[in-house]
């Protein structure tokens, strides 16, 4: 991976892409919200700063929704309860500095026209694009994507205009009323052009390798925050995976590109329901397969960043084994990456080795006399598990203080969620 060499937009896409694992029902919300906020953007003469903004806003903007009912809730086009994701949606971009502005779009688009006085008597700015998105989203909502767009149009013209002045901003409303004629606008929507009007306008903004860490760190938090049993998981992977880098002698920017794997290697998670992960009893045949496929979501959806190097193969290919027994792909040792190599001790280790609400983590020996067994069957790198041998205070007590500091960080996290949910 170069300097400044990792397209932001595609970063945000795969990333926004794994959001709509969660289920079925969503495949696609993301996209197609961006897509049509960006052609009432259009209409409406936004600044391409300000489309910027509004596209990754609106590829991320369910970001807070951690959980399968969080998801399915929004989808609703009356919501009960609009702003507890928006928040934590805000809490999580705003980790990022330069997603400030985002961050702040994506707290207030469920905000109503007739709300917005509210939200400014507490000095909270409700932007246009948050309104753009507000109704682009509901649009959405009420769309049957199985069916042929522009013959539902009156029908949903006729809800949005019901509210048009009250949930809606009515100019927003205007525009949409304007680009829902073009034939051209719903064709599109359902090709690759979508992706071609996303890049015209986007495709200049590169990322370097200590920003794609930083970002990395928001979905660190996305995949692991979804439950109390994994809320330390990926930091601990990071952590390890690095110090299992260094040692060997990786280069300053390899070991910065272990980080961002250990960040994602789990990113395919977000297809499990939560149900699962926190069993507190074996899984059946049935759960474990689910589990399972979260490896090649991460491995497929990684894959698709222009420029990211070998991140993907090292976050994607950390369940395969030496012997060609792991999964999902069955490669063998000629076929695995020293890097892919160090994720998938970094990942055992972590996981052996952590304490769960349901079980504490296993003490040194116990833990290297797993690794090492695995070893000698072939499953994972000898030479690795040996650095491991060597280094292993240094190693296990670094694990123990960030995680620690990331329990801190969950309790802390929700708290702020809360207080200010009580505050709306």
């Given amino acids: 991976m170069e300097e400044k060499s990792v397209p932001r937009v595609d970063l945000i896409l795969a990333l926004s892409e794994s959001l709509d694992l969660i289920s079925p029902a969503i495949v696609g919300h993301h996209i197609r919200v961006a897509f049509l906020s960006l052609n009432i953007a259009l209409m409406l003469n936004m600044q391409k700063d300000d489309m910027k903004n509004l596209i990754y806003s609106a590829l991320l903007h369910d970001v807070g929704a951690l959980s399968l009912k969080d998801r399915l809730d929004v989808l609703e086009f009356d919501l009960k309860d609009p702003h507890l994701h928006s928040l934590v949606g805000h809490s999580l971009l705003k980790m990022y500095q330069p997603f ?31 309104q753009v998105i507000h109704l682009a989203d509901r649009i959405d909502v009420l769309m049957d994507w199985k069916r042929d767009f522009p013959n539902q149009m009156d029908c949903i013209m006729k809800q949005i205009t019901k509210e048009k002045g009250k949930k809606f901003n009515p100019d927003i409303v205007d525009a949409f009323s304007e680009i829902s004629r073009s034939k051209l606008m719903w064709q599109n929507l359902n090709s690759n052009n979508t992706l071609t009007l996303f890049n015209a306008i986007l495709d200049d903004d590169l990322l370097d390798i200590d920003e794609m860490i930083n970002i990395s760190k928001i979905f660190e938090k996305v995949i692991d925050f979804r439950s109390r049993f994994t809320a330390t998981h990926s930091s601990g992977v990071a952590h390890v995976a690095c110090k299992l880098a260094e040692i060997s002698g990786m280069s300053e920017n390899q070991i910065k590109m272990m980080r961002i794997a250990g960040n994602l290697h789990d990113l395919g998670k977000l297809m499990v329901p939560k149900k699962i992960l926190e069993k507190p009893t074996g899984l059946s045949k049935k759960e474990f397969d689910i589990v399972k496929n979260h490896v090649y979501y991460t491995y497929s959806i990684l894959k698709k960043i222009r420029g990211i190097g070998e991140i993907y193969e090292w976050a994607g290919l950390h369940h395969e084994r030496l012997n ?101």
């Fill in 100 to 130: 400030d502005e985002i961050s702040n779009i994506v707290r207030c688009h469920h905000v109503s026209w007739n709300n917005i006085n509210k939200f400014n008597e507490k000095n909270i700015d409700v932007p246009i694009s948050s």
């Fill in 324 to 424: 060609g027994k792991g999964y999902p792909f069955n490669k063998t040792d000629k076929e695995l990456s020293f890097g892919s190599r160090i994720m998938a001790v970094a990942d055992i280790f972590t996981a052996i080795s952590e304490d769960r609400p349901y079980r504490e983590g296993m003490k040194k020996e116990r833990a290297l006399f797993v690794l090492e067994d695995m070893a000698r069957r072939n499953e994972i790198d000898k030479n690795i598990v040996s650095m491991l041998r060597t280094d292993y205070s240094e190693i296990n007590e670094g694990r123990m203080s960030v995680q620690k500091e990331i329990v801190n960080q969950f309790k802390g996290f929700w708290d702020e969620i809360n207080l200010n949910h009580q505050s709306i």
